[in-house]
């Protein structure tokens, strides 16, 4: 705030006001106090020069008694010229051995020897010299005077207290004083009407140069007056209108280039000659997996794959292939700017990963439906190849047991072309759910009726667990009952004979749930984030002589998926898996339509 030049001249105006304000006044309260002094002293002296008044202070009467008493009468005569009041100033007369013999105030009074009256009373009664020395820091005024008169020697001693003075001198402070504030009010209104005139355009010219900084163009500086500041002005406002142009076309070039860097896909890193990085957009630091900055070097980045001087001089561009953990991505690098001080290397990443996971799914797809296909082909061609060349010599119960098997390994292959014709559906959105309420508790039970025949073939301990009042939800009954049927079958396949399973259900806020809970063979925990997939197996072997595909789950978490609900494993520290899917009651938000 002080730093300003506006708030600068107001203080110069202010000092300068005050400076001069207490030099006169110091110099009017001197010259006062002197003033007054000198006319005490004169005053004094004009009427002791008065031949008639001298004459009589030296001629006794011929019938005097006292001559200091009639001293003091005589004086007493001259008090309004001489100014004694016998209150600021008193009129004393003292004998020559310092001895008051006549004082306005009466009685025995003791006079404090002053310089003045010192000199009278030592010299002055010799040469008759006056005691009439004055000092204006002195609070009083004093003359002594020797006169000799009969015989007798005496002192008339005239003493002030210039109270007349110090009155004088307060009064003369409180104007100088009211004066001053007077003039502090005028100087700063007049040094602020100053300021603003000098300072405004200043400041206009200040806040257009900072807004010309911050590339704010929008309000040109007006300045009226026709000076060296408003020519100033004008040729500020001519340099802005061309600025903004340049910067302009210079801005829409750019913001061309950085919604291309910014917003592509594709990773892009720029390296100076040096190999340092000169810029990145973030596609490369989410591709690389690390914060790129300027001290991040070409060698920690692409080092392995391509030398520097190699991307430098090469006529075109190199390829090559780097792999972060999981990801692939392809790289281009080319030079740019080439031959010059300022040039270097652009890389360009390209994400390839989607690309490389496609092609491993369609090879391990093709290789599993190839598989699962095939073994079932394989023991139809072997079975009927085999009634065929023994079809007269085979007993009828053995021809009736080989055509079972035929039929079954058609049926395991009829279910995996339903499940993947199941998928393909699911993948291309033409599967809508036929959503409709029902009781989910009924649902829950009717799984438990559906599948406890199988369980007691297989000695498991097949419990039910409802809560109360489980709501109706709107989903597709169907697909439903297929995802319950599927978790109850595999917990009833996969767990020894002689198992316990758990079936529960339940419906907490806005959502129901069932889950399924048994002591098999569980799930390694390799493999529990993979039991989703499609084919995937953890028990390969086991599985096919059970008859899965693999597809099961896969088919499961779709379903749920697209009902906006969840399946998933919960963690339980006893051996044996638990696995639990949750419904939203009032159906998915999107995916379906009421039957």
Same mark, same amino acid.
């Given at each position: 705030?002080?730093?300003?030049?506006?708030?600068?001249?107001?203080?110069?105006?202010?000092?300068?006001?005050?400076?001069?304000?207490?030099v006169v006044g110091a110099f009017l309260i001197n010259s006062?106090?002197?003033?007054?002094?000198?006319?005490?002293?004169?005053?004094?002296?004009?009427?002791?020069?008065?031949?008639?008044?001298?004459?009589?202070?030296?001629?006794?009467?011929? !019938? !005097?008694?006292?001559?200091?008493?009639?001293?003091?009468?005589?004086?007493?005569?001259?008090?309004?010229?001489?100014? /004694?009041?016998?209150?600021?100033?008193?009129?004393?007369?003292?004998?020559?051995?310092?001895?008051?013999?006549?004082?306005?105030?009466?009685?025995?009074?003791? #006079?404090?020897?002053?310089?003045?009256?010192?000199?009278? #009373?030592?010299?002055?009664?010799?040469?008759?010299?006056?005691?009439?020395?004055?000092?204006?820091?002195?609070?009083?005024?004093?003359?002594?005077?020797?006169?000799?008169?009969?015989?007798?020697?005496?002192?008339?001693?005239?003493?002030d207290n210039k109270s007349t003075s110090n009155d004088l001198?307060?009064?003369?402070?409180? #104007?100088?004083?009211?004066?001053?504030?007077?003039?502090?009010?005028?100087?700063?209104?007049?040094?602020?009407?100053?300021?603003?005139?000098?300072?405004?355009?200043?400041?206009? *010219?200040?806040?257009?140069?900072?807004?010309?900084?911050?590339?704010?163009?929008?309000?040109?500086?007006?300045?009226?007056?026709?000076?060296?500041?408003?020519?100033?002005?004008?040729?500020?406002?001519?340099?802005?209108?061309? #600025?903004?142009?340049?910067?302009?076309?210079?801005?829409?070039?750019?913001?061309? *280039?950085?919604?291309?860097?910014?917003?592509?896909?594709?990773?892009?890193?720029?390296?100076?000659?040096?190999?340092?990085?000169?810029?990145?957009?973030?596609?490369?630091?989410?591709?690389?997996?690390?914060?790129?900055?300027?001290?991040?070097?070409?060698?920690?980045?692409?080092?392995?794959?391509?030398?520097?001087?190699?991307?430098?001089?090469?006529?075109?561009?190199?390829?090559?292939?780097?792999?972060?953990?999981?990801?692939?991505?392809?790289?281009?690098?080319?030079?740019?700017?080439?031959?010059?001080?300022?040039?270097?290397?652009?890389?360009?990443?390209?994400?390839?990963?989607?690309?490389?996971?496609?092609?491993?799914?369609?090879?391990?797809?093709?290789?599993?439906?190839?598989?699962?296909?095939?073994?079932?082909?394989?023991?139809?061609?072997?079975?009927?190849?085999?009634?065929?060349?023994?079809?007269?010599?085979?007993?009828?119960?053995?021809?009736?047991?080989?055509?079972?098997?035929?039929?079954?390994?058609?049926?395991?292959?009829?279910?995996?072309?339903?499940?993947?014709?199941?998928?393909?559906?699911?993948?291309?959105?033409?599967?809508?759910?036929?959503?409709?309420?029902?009781?989910?508790?009924?649902?829950?039970?009717?799984?438990?009726?559906?599948?406890?025949?199988?369980?007691?073939?297989?000695?498991?301990?097949?419990?039910?667990?409802l809560e109360p009042g489980l709501p109706q939800v709107l989903?597709?009954?169907?697909?439903?009952?297929?995802?319950?049927?599927?978790?109850?079958?595999?917990?009833?396949?996969?767990?020894?004979?002689?198992?316990?399973? /758990?079936?529960?259900?339940?419906?907490?806020?806005?959502?129901?749930?069932?889950?399924?809970?048994?002591?098999?063979?569980?799930?390694?925990?390799?493999?529990?984030?993979?039991?989703?997939?499609?084919?995937?197996?953890?028990?390969?072997?086991?599985?096919?002589?059970?008859?899965?595909?693999?597809?099961?789950?896969?088919?499961?978490?779709?379903?749920?998926?697209?009902?906006?609900?969840?399946?998933?494993?919960?963690?339980?520290?006893?051996?044996?898996?638990?696995?639990?899917?949750?419904?939203?009651?009032?159906?998915?938000?999107?995916?379906?339509?009421?039957?």
């Open positions: 705030m002080l730093r300003s030049l506006h708030m600068k001249l107001v203080m110069i105006m202010i000092l300068l006001i005050m400076s001069l304000m207490i006062v106090t002197a003033f007054y002094m000198e006319d005490f002293y004169s005053q004094v002296s004009d009427v002791f020069q008065d031949p008639l008044l001298y004459h009589d202070l030296i001629t006794p009467s011929e !019938e !005097e008694e006292d001559g200091a008493d009639q001293l003091f009468q005589v004086l007493n005569a001259y008090a309004g010229e001489l100014g /004694v009041d016998n209150r600021n100033r008193k009129l004393y007369i003292l004998d020559g051995s310092g001895v008051v013999r006549v004082s306005p105030d009466g009685g025995d009074v003791q #006079l404090e020897y002053t310089e003045n009256l010192t000199f009278a #009373l030592a010299s002055g009664l010799e040469t008759g010299e006056v005691g009439d020395e004055s000092n204006l820091a002195l609070d009083y005024m004093d003359v002594a005077i020797p006169i000799h008169r009969g015989g007798e020697d005496y002192i008339v001693y005239i003493l001198t307060d009064q003369m402070l409180v #104007l100088i004083i009211e004066a001053l504030i007077f003039g502090l009010v005028i100087s700063i209104l007049l040094s602020f009407l100053l300021s603003k005139t000098m300072v405004t355009p200043i400041q206009s *010219l200040t806040e257009g140069a900072m807004r010309v900084a911050e590339r704010d163009f929008s309000k040109k500086i007006k300045v009226p007056s026709q000076d060296e500041i408003g020519v100033l002005t004008d040729t500020f406002n001519d340099m802005a209108g061309q #600025l903004q142009d340049t910067l302009r076309q210079v801005e829409n070039e750019r913001n061309k *280039l950085d919604t291309l860097f910014l917003h592509m896909t594709d990773g892009v890193v720029a390296f100076s000659r040096a190999g340092l990085v000169i810029h990145s957009n973030p596609a490369a630091n989410r591709m690389l997996r690390r914060a790129i900055g300027p001290e991040t070097t070409y060698e920690e980045l692409f080092g392995e794959i391509a030398p520097l001087e190699r991307a430098l001089d090469t006529p075109d561009h190199l390829e090559g292939e780097l792999q972060v953990r999981d990801s692939f991505f392809q790289l281009l690098m080319a030079p740019f700017d080439r031959g010059r001080a300022g040039g270097g290397a652009l890389a360009v990443l390209h994400d390839v990963t989607e690309q490389r996971k496609n092609e491993e799914l369609r090879r391990e797809f093709v290789a599993n439906v190839s598989h699962e296909l095939r073994t079932p082909l394989t023991n139809i061609r072997s079975y009927a190849e085999t009634l065929m060349e023994s079809a007269r010599d085979m007993p009828p119960e053995m021809e009736k047991k080989f055509l079972g098997v035929i039929l079954n390994e058609s049926d395991r292959m009829t279910h995996i072309v339903q499940d993947l014709l199941t998928l393909s559906r699911f993948d291309s959105e033409r599967d809508e759910l036929k959503l409709s309420k029902f009781p989910f508790g009924e649902a829950v039970r009717d799984i438990y009726n559906a599948v406890y025949m199988e369980a007691q073939k297989h000695n498991h301990t097949l419990t039910l667990d989903a597709d009954r169907e697909r439903v009952i297929q995802v319950m049927m599927n978790i109850v079958s595999n917990a009833i396949k996969y767990t020894p004979d002689g198992g316990r399973i /758990v079936l529960s259900a339940g419906w907490e806020r806005d959502k129901v749930w069932m889950e399924v809970d048994d002591n098999g063979i569980g799930i390694p925990d390799a493999d529990r984030e993979r039991i989703f997939e499609r084919f995937y197996r953890v028990d390969k072997a086991r599985s096919r002589q059970s008859g899965g595909t693999g597809l099961g789950l896969s088919i499961a978490q779709e379903i749920m998926r697209r009902h906006d609900g969840r399946l998933y494993l919960v963690d339980k520290a006893e051996p044996g898996l638990t696995i639990r899917m949750e419904l939203p009651v009032a159906g998915p938000e999107e995916g379906g339509h009421e039957g």
